[in-house]
């Protein structure tokens, strides 16, 4: 899937939860985030970002970063590689 893909199928189904990755084609995770948050539609489900910005430049970015960057932070923001039990908790957690 690609950005502009992940917008259609959340305004289409409206998902409980979405993860997006920071790299993706067409729209990047952060742009995809913005839109999400700026469509009142979609602005309340849980968004989960996956990163591998730390492991490939050694610079540590989080929620907190996100936030001041965006504006607005995630809901949970997980650095790769992804740890599928991690993952899990945090998927469970927002979902309830």
Do not use: W
Request: glycine share 6%; hydrophobic share 45%.
């Amino acid at each position: 899937m690609d950005g502009e893909e992940t917008l259609q199928v959340a305004r289409a189904q409206k998902p409980q939860l979405i993860i997006l990755d920071v790299h993706m084609p067409k729209k990047d995770g952060f742009t995809v985030f913005n839109e999400l948050q700026n469509d009142k539609e979609l602005a309340g489900i849980p968004v989960v970002m996956l990163t591998a910005i730390a492991e490939r430049t050694g610079v540590k970015f989080d929620a907190d970063d996100m936030g001041q960057f965006m504006g607005s932070e995630p809901d949970a923001y997980i650095d790769k590689p992804i740890e599928p039990i991690l993952l899990k908790q945090v998927v469970n957690k927002l979902i309830k």
